[in-house]
């Protein structure tokens, strides 16, 4: 499937609010981001990374404060508000994110069911494990490979809850894309 194809089915869903929130969910290292930025600039959009609330030590249950501080207000109208988790590294600034015809949800766990009532358009990205892990490897080093286990547990444990796959309206294979 194009690109093209892909945007022009995002753009005639329906809308719920008057900013659209596309999710691209997916399992670490499928190829979301790839993907996400892709539409970010087909559609004018801003991104919002779920990993800007995730943490190592906190892999999908962070979800509370992404409804409550960027679809909650969006959905109303006015701007999200959030400061990213610094992963280890020094505190990072503010973001805001105005309202806008479109914005990009783009990590894992963006098409939670919580987050469905916001939603306007799901994708699911899916790769082969052994390419996620060697992307995930390649990104974060090799001395993460137990924290990528711990990681892809918990990933596992959402899709057997959820099976976003099942509610997505597109589902795109990451080690193909475009």
């Not at 499937?1 to 691209?24: G, K, N, Q, W, Y």
């Not at 105005?98 to 963006?110: D, M, S, Y």
């Not at 390419?131 to 924290?147: I, K, S, V």
Request: negative net charge.
């Amino acid at each position: 499937m194009a690109m093209h194809d892909l945007v022009e089915a995002i753009r005639s869903s329906p809308a719920p609010f008057a900013t659209r929130v596309v999710a691209v969910d997916g399992l670490g290292g499928a190829g979301k981001t790839t993907l996400a930025e892709g539409l970010a600039a087909e559609l004018d959009a801003p991104v919002v990374h779920t990993d800007d609330f995730a943490s190592w030590d906190n892999p999908v249950g962070w979800w509370p404060d992404l409804l409550e501080q960027v679809l909650e207000p969006l959905a109303a109208g006015c701007a999200a508000r959030f400061t990213p988790t610094s992963w280890g590294g020094p505190p990072r600034a503010e973001i805001v994110v105005q309202p806008a015809p479109f914005v990009v949800l783009e990590g894992v766990t963006a098409s939670r069911e919580a987050f469905r009532p916001y939603l306007a358009y799901a994708v699911w990205v899916e790769a082969p494990r052994e390419l996620r892990l060697e992307r995930g490897l390649a990104r974060g080093g090799q001395d993460t490979r137990e924290r990528w286990a711990q990681w892809m547990a918990a990933e596992d444990a959402y899709v057997a809850r959820e099976r976003p796959a099942e509610h997505a309206d597109r589902v795109v294979r990451g080690d193909r894309l475009w």
